[in-house]
């Protein structure tokens, strides 16, 4: 097994489906099934989860509204989205625990970071919800600050409509190179946006691998988690 510990990113679209809004509970279940298989293969698993099929930032839902107003907002939808997700796991009789950045203790538990290494160990699914805690930072850069708080192993980018890193976008030129390989220098050189400069350079200081795949086929969160060749590895 090449992983021992995972962190996987999903964005709130994921959990849509072809629903252009709110939570698709079909979907949801999918890939909850898909996160029980690698959680029954002994990984332990946590999952930070975005909110845009609830709140999208300044390009969408909150267009002319304060920044920070807005992206409290948006915290509080990856919440409802990791609540959604937890109701989906423990139907499968997968043990979890949301810990949000928001306190909220009356649906989730805050998070604090020994605590929630501790719920791993004991091989529960960890589902943070809430982003960081904090304005101006996207869940990508959620995942990367507690990917590098938990010490995982890897980090498992979970995105709709492609395969992987492009170097421009294959949607609009049908001649784009796809990656195979990537270090994050590369990514910020280029300016490839399949994250935010703040999340690939906490990535490249701490030591994290990065695979970004293509989850529209919800089979391929098995196959990454299990470390097959799929999809972009982005490393040091």
């Given at each position: 097994?090449?992983?021992?510990?995972?962190?996987?990113?999903?964005?709130?679209?994921?959990?849509?489906?072809?629903?252009?809004?709110?939570?698709?509970?079909?979907?949801?279940?999918?890939?909850?099934r898909?996160?029980?298989?690698?959680?029954?293969e002994?990984?332990?698993?946590?999952?930070?989860?975005?909110?845009?099929?609830?709140?999208?930032?300044?390009?969408?839902?909150?267009?002319?509204?304060?920044?920070?107003?807005?992206?409290?907002?948006?915290?509080?939808?990856?919440?409802m989205?990791?609540?959604?997700?937890?109701?989906?796991?423990?139907?499968?009789?997968?043990f979890?625990r949301?810990?949000?950045?928001?306190?909220?203790?009356?649906?989730?538990?805050?998070?604090?970071?020994?605590?929630?290494?501790?719920?791993?160990q004991?091989?529960?699914?960890?589902?943070?919800?809430?982003?960081?805690?904090?304005?101006?930072?996207?869940?990508?850069?959620?995942?990367?600050?507690?990917a590098?708080?938990?010490?995982?192993?890897?980090?498992?980018?979970?995105?709709?409509?492609?395969?992987?890193?492009?170097?421009?976008?294959?949607?609009?030129?049908?001649?784009?190179?796809?990656?195979?390989?990537?270090?994050?220098?590369?990514?910020?050189?280029?300016?490839?946006?399949?994250?935010?400069?703040?999340?690939?350079?906490?990535?490249?200081?701490?030591?994290?691998?990065?695979?970004?795949?293509?989850?529209?086929?919800?089979?391929?969160?098995?196959?990454?988690?299990?470390?097959?060749?799929?999809?972009?590895?982005?490393?040091?």
């Amino acid at each position: 097994m090449k992983y021992r510990r995972v962190v996987l990113k999903l964005s709130g679209e994921a959990l849509a489906g072809d629903n252009s809004f709110g939570i698709n509970p079909p979907v949801v279940e999918s890939i909850a099934r898909q996160i029980k298989k690698i959680h029954d293969e002994g990984l332990e698993v946590a999952i930070v989860v975005g909110g845009g099929n609830i709140w999208r930032g300044l390009s969408g839902s909150a267009k002319g509204m304060d920044r920070a107003q807005a992206d409290y907002m948006g915290m509080l939808a990856t919440i409802m989205n990791a609540l959604a997700l937890q109701d989906a796991l423990e139907k499968m009789n997968v043990f979890t625990r949301v810990q949000t950045a928001i306190e909220m203790r009356e649906v989730a538990e805050p998070y604090i970071r020994r605590r929630a290494v501790r719920h791993l160990q004991k091989k529960r699914v960890v589902i943070f919800g809430g982003g960081t805690g904090n304005p101006y930072f996207s869940t990508d850069t959620t995942a990367a600050l507690r990917a590098a708080e938990v010490e995982a192993d890897v980090i498992l980018m979970a995105k709709r409509g492609t395969d992987g890193i492009y170097d421009s976008d294959p949607n609009k030129n049908p001649d784009a190179k796809k990656f195979d390989t990537l270090t994050y220098l590369e990514i910020l050189n280029r300016e490839l946006h399949v994250v935010d400069s703040t999340a690939t350079s906490l990535c490249m200081d701490n030591n994290i691998p990065l695979v970004v795949f293509n989850m529209d086929d919800h089979e391929n969160i098995f196959r990454a988690a299990l470390g097959e060749k799929i999809g972009t590895t982005v490393v040091k």
